[in-house]
């Protein structure tokens, strides 16, 4: 067994359902400290839905530079969360979702894709590199979380903020979420869409549905202009970002009684939005419609994260070279799929990428992660550092 399939089945076999980090921190952190990182525990939030997040650094060339010269350094930070999904029904799985368990050459366990592998060849592949190259001229960082798929409000988040405030400064992020679509290293995600939630409340006038003229029907005076919102085009994306998109995903209106005509309606709904909208802009443009219906209204906002992009450059460069030289693929770049916490690492790290296994099987019964995928997706991260320690060194030596 090798060693970041044996680290995998550890992190899988640690109950870890969001907001609960089960242990995996802690097994990490051992891990790391042996190879000059120190390790820092930042817990938040309210006492019963506490969040631990573990920042880890190791830095720049602990021997020949010293401290003082490794603040200068480039720093890449790996990123990723420990907490997974609910399993849902156990008794729907195969085998226990929290006992790592092989069939077929595939690895079950809730986590497998999503994303304890990916956690195991962040390791791995660190340990390894640091084995040969113990003086690089990068600054090596480890940013976990038990609250990504949670409300991530007291995860990666909040350690950013600490992070600014502290002055850090992140030039590279590899976030591991599983990208890859058929296999490891066909698809990374150097972006992601925006998304902003709305709630709509249009108000009417309750009544007896008899007596139509003695009420007003919400739901009949908002109908227009649900129509017309649907038929917007809030902008044609770019090379990079499909076209902004509006969906609603719930409607309530009515008391139950088939024969009360409701006093308001509430309206749900979402914006994934591209680089070519903004959060202002997107809100007063339906704003605007809903007044030019003459609707009675209060309306909420929620943004839950700016869209981000990062342009092919000396990181996607390093990734997509080290993906190609451990498989043969050219990887495909992408900004689909949802919202993860690159959102927030965009903020303060000037070049964030995401990339891992396949997501075939994310957040469903019977998760898992081929064995094959294994060990290339831990060698494509440790080729990452060893190129861009290369990168680094020889700048360095030109200046």
């Not at 920042?55 to 530079?65: D, E, H, N």
């Not at 409000?153 to 599983?178: F, H, K, M, N, S």
């Not at 396949?358 to 440790?382: F, G, M, Q, S």
């Amino acid at each position: 067994m090798s060693a970041t399939l044996q680290l995998t089945e550890q992190l899988i076999a640690c109950p870890s359902v969001t907001p609960e980090d089960g242990g995996c921190q802690d097994i990490i952190a051992a891990r790391l400290k042996p190879l000059g990182f120190v390790c820092e525990t930042i817990e938040s939030g309210p006492a019963d839905f506490r969040v631990k997040n573990l920042w880890a650094k190791r830095p720049a060339s602990l021997v020949k530079q010293g401290e003082a010269a490794s603040k200068n350094a480039a720093t890449l930070v790996f990123a990723g969360h420990t907490d997974v999904v609910p399993t849902g029904p156990v008794a729907n799985w195969q085998s226990d979702p929290f006992s790592p368990t092989h069939r077929d050459g595939k690895l079950f366990g809730r986590g497998a894709s999503d994303m304890k592998t990916s956690l195991a060849a962040f390791v791995v592949a660190i340990e390894e590199f640091v084995a040969k190259q113990p003086d690089t001229p990068l600054n090596i960082a480890l940013l976990l979380t038990s609250d990504e798929e949670g409300p991530a409000t007291d995860g990666t988040v909040v350690v950013c903020e600490q992070l600014t405030a502290r002055g850090e400064v992140l030039e590279y992020c590899i976030v591991g979420e599983p990208t890859s679509v058929q296999a490891t290293g066909d698809m990374i995600k150097n972006g992601r869409r925006g998304t902003m939630s709305g709630k709509l409340t249009v108000k009417g006038v309750q009544g007896h549905i008899a007596y139509p003229h003695l009420a007003k029907n919400p739901i009949h005076l908002l109908s227009p202009a649900l129509a017309e919102l649907v038929g917007v085009e809030w902008d044609r994306g770019n090379d990079f970002f499909p076209p902004t998109t509006w969906q609603v995903s719930n409607i309530h209106g009515g008391t139950g009684a088939g024969n009360v005509i409701p006093g308001t309606v509430v309206v749900d709904f979402n914006f994934r939005f591209s680089t070519e909208s903004t959060p202002e802009g997107l809100q007063q443009r339906l704003t605007a419609i809903l007044h030019k219906h003459g609707l009675d209204f209060d309306l909420t906002w929620t943004v839950g994260g700016l869209p981000f992009l990062t342009t092919p450059g000396t990181l996607v460069n390093a990734v997509q070279a080290a993906i190609h030289a451990e498989t043969g693929l050219s990887t495909e770049l992408s900004t689909t799929g949802g919202t993860s916490d690159g959102r927030f690492l965009a903020q303060i790290c000037k070049q964030v990428i995401e990339f891992g296994p396949p997501n075939a099987t994310i957040h469903k019964i019977d998760e898992h992660v081929c064995v094959a995928d294994i060990e290339p997706l831990k060698n494509i991260y440790r080729r990452v550092l060893e190129q861009l320690s290369t990168t680094h060194a020889t700048a360095k030596g030109a200046a």
